[in-house]
């Protein structure tokens, strides 16, 4: 059954502009994730995929093109529908875990179903569990971050992602800090919950981490292109190796 279109880019650039220098650093980029997809954006250190992991994310506007989430036109909305769009329907994994350090890990989870007003504390709490649980995590709800490995935490900025049921999960570089062991552990967890039904974009420059994904976007100096090109970053890496 095909899925419905959760995602829809359409001639979407960027530019940016620092003093005097301007950059366009996308390029008439289309793009549709459906419901239920994975699908991993890789590409060279530069080639734009944070950029557009953003825009998708409804964290940056694109400067031309046009995007619908879900069906709505994001470039016409206000901020205060941009803002409720990535509480509610977007969950966010980064690198760095950005978890809040004074805060245990099930606070932290709690966190963004907070900002739900119709949501009761007994609600949040058994989301919050059910999260912990899913992640494996439980025996871990009352540690601080701090008190986790690198690992462990991103483990719970997944749960902290997860809760608010979002539409699709984004993540950026989410094992960029993580040992081999670790990052298995997290890559096992997207393909279990791809599994389930979530839809996942995510972003890597690690080609063994974009293979898990079934449909691979490839991005080279802000253009999508058929096939991986090398890129600067490789090229050092050759290098080096030699
Ligand atoms: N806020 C910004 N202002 C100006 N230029 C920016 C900004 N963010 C990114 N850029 C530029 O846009 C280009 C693409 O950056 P982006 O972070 O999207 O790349 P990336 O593919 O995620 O790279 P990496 O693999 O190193 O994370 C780069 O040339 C970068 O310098
Ligand atoms: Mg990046």
Redesign the pocket.
């Known amino acids: 059954m095909a899925g419905r279109t959760l995602i829809q880019l359409e001639k979407v650039s960027k530019t ?1 502009k ?1 003093g005097k220098l301007e ?1 366009t ?1 996308l390029k008439d980029i289309d793009l549709t994730i459906t419901e239920g997809e994975y699908v991993s954006i890789c ?1 060279p ?8 992991l953003s825009i998708i994310g409804v964290l940056n506007g694109a400067t031309t093109g046009r995007y619908l989430f879900d069906g709505a036109d994001i470039t016409s909305m206000k901020q205060a529908e941009h803002a409720r769009i990535r509480n509610r329907q977007i969950g966010f994994i980064f690198q760095a875990f950005n978890l809040s350090s004074e805060m245990t890990a099930a606070e932290n989870v709690e966190l963004p179903l907070t900002y739900r007003k119709e949501m009761g504390r007994k609600d949040r709490k058994e989301l919050v569990d059910e999260m912990l649980d899913k992640i494996g995590m439980t025996d871990f709800a009352n540690h601080f971050p701090a008190q986790l490995s690198g690992g462990q935490q991103q483990r719970i900025a997944i749960a902290r992602a997860l809760a608010g049921k979002p539409k699709i999960i984004l993540a950026d ?1 989410p094992t960029g800090n993580l040992d081999s062991k670790a990052a298995a552990i997290v890559m096992d967890i997207f393909d279990r919950l791809n599994a389930e039904g979530t839809t996942i974009c995510l ?1 890597t ?1 690690d080609p063994r981490s974009a293979s898990k994904a079934k449909r691979q976007v490839h ?1 080279f100096d802000g253009r999508i292109v058929d096939e991986p090109q090398t890129g600067k970053d490789d090229d050092e890496t050759q290098l080096h190796a030699v």
Do not use: I
């Open positions: 940016y620092v950059s650093v590409g250190s530069g080639s734009g995929k944070s950029t557009l570089e972003v420059h991005l």
